[in-house]
């Protein structure tokens, strides 16, 4: 096939997604100067088959990566109405990540880039989160980005394509995964993000006074664990006294528990954006917010309050490019690929892979085992 110069010329790209609970795969097409176009993108989710267990069982999670990712592939290319031959590469997430499950995806785009001859990508999943505004919105270099799901919770100033710096995340659990944990203590279904903020619709949010842990530390690092624990002393010292929990106390503590998430999360990232104005001084600021935990109605107001405050424009991906996906995956390796990055047929999959190689690495993790 002859090849242009990929610096210019319109490229079609396979995204491969399998890091966590759900199989992905999408095509987006992008010519240079032009918006990208997202012909397709499929996502399979695994929520029914790892229900009964409370949790992502990894080798579930593998075995049906490993099923379904060819059937994914090909779903993508039939809604895009694109053969094999359309392609002008293939990229693929190649950590971090449950391992069982990156290492499916590798060796699905591996077989596809070998059988093809197509140039094969290794993709960071964070940046492929990180970048997705740039899919989505065309936002410009640099801006500041807040990656926040039941995996990932992490300020990050996106410079370039590899340009990462982080200025703070988590050091325990991240948001999602509190949100999680919360919804089985009150006896709400999973994931519980979304049942936590319908509960706390008509709860009252000054009833229970929960911690906004590490706020008397300057920089911008989180933790999330503890909230957990006060949120199940509130629970239990409510069961003692009467025997139970009504539908008002699961409504007050539900409100309690994300007033706390969102508190701490709008003032770490009034630090992230202080540090990013003095460090960038970018003519047009933006803040971006990816991960499910965007999604949450309290969370994104009290976050687009703050950047009209402090002269930021907020960006919010549409959720279904917010939460995993591989459409993100294919931009990434779009970007990647344009700047002469490939992989070869070494690319390893790799369960830690931090974007910023120069900060202190975080402690903890993620449900995802996603530490970075
Ligand atoms: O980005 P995502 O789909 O997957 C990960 O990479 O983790 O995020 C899923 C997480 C879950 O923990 C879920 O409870 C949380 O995002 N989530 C929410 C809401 N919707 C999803 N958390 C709070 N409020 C929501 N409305
Ligand atoms: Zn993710």
Redesign the pocket.
């Known amino acids: 096939m002859y090849m242009q110069n990929p610096e210019t010329q319109t490229l079609t790209m396979l995204g491969i997604e399998s890091s966590?609970?759900?199989t992905a795969a999408a095509v987006v097409r992008h010519r240079v100067g032009g918006a990208a176009e997202i012909l397709s993108s499929v996502v399979f989710d695994q929520a029914a088959l790892h229900a009964d267990f409370g949790g992502i069982v990894p080798e579930i999670a593998a075995r049906a990566h490993a099923e379904k990712l060819d059937l994914c592939v090909e779903e993508a290319l039939l809604q895009a109405g694109l053969g094999l031959r359309d392609l002008d590469a293939i990229a693929v997430t190649a950590g971090p990540g449950l391992i069982g499950g990156v290492l499916s995806g590798v060796m699905c785009a591996k077989g596809l880039a070998v059988g093809t001859g197509l140039p094969l990508i290794g993709v960071n999943h964070l940046a492929g989160?990180a970048l997705t505004p740039r899919m989505t919105d065309q936002l410009e270099y640099p801006y500041l980005m807040l990656l926040?799901?039941?995996?990932?919770c992490q300020f990050l100033i996106v410079r370039g394509f590899d340009d990462f710096t982080r200025l703070g995340g988590t050091i325990d659990d991240?948001?999602?995964?509190a949100?999680?944990k919360t919804?089985r203590l009150l006896g709400l279904g999973?994931?519980?993000?979304?049942?936590?903020?319908k509960a706390a619709s008509d709860g009252d949010p000054k009833r229970f006074r929960f911690p906004r842990p590490l706020l008397d530390r300057p920089d911008c690092d989180m933790s999330f664990s503890g909230l957990k624990t006060a949120l199940r002393r509130a629970r239990d010292g409510l069961i003692a006294e009467k025997g139970g929990l009504t539908r008002h106390d699961v409504a007050d503590l539900s409100a309690g528990f994300?007033a706390a998430?969102r508190d701490v999360l709008v003032e770490k990232s009034r630090r992230a954006m202080q540090a990013f104005l003095a460090s960038e001084a970018p003519e047009n600021p933006a803040f971006a917010v990816?991960?499910?935990?965007?999604?949450?109605?309290?969370?994104r107001a009290g976050l687009t309050e703050l950047c009209q405050t402090q002269g930021l424009k907020f960006l919010a991906p549409p959720l279904q490019y917010?939460?995993?996906n591989a459409a993100m995956i294919a931009w990434a390796g779009l970007e990647n690929f344009r700047a002469g990055r490939v992989s070869d047929l070494s690319l390893t999959a790799r369960p830690r892979w931090p974007l910023d190689q120069k900060s202190r690495p975080m402690l903890g993790s993620?449900?995802?085992g996603?530490k970075a």
Not at 190 to 197: A, K, T
Request: proline residues 7%; negative net charge.
């Open positions: 966590c609970d759900d989160h926040v799901s039941g995996g990932h991240a948001p999602g995964e949100f999680d919804a999973q994931p519980g993000g979304p049942e936590v903020e994300q998430i990816a991960g499910g935990v965007a999604a949450n109605g309290a969370i917010c939460t995993d993620g449900k995802k996603a």
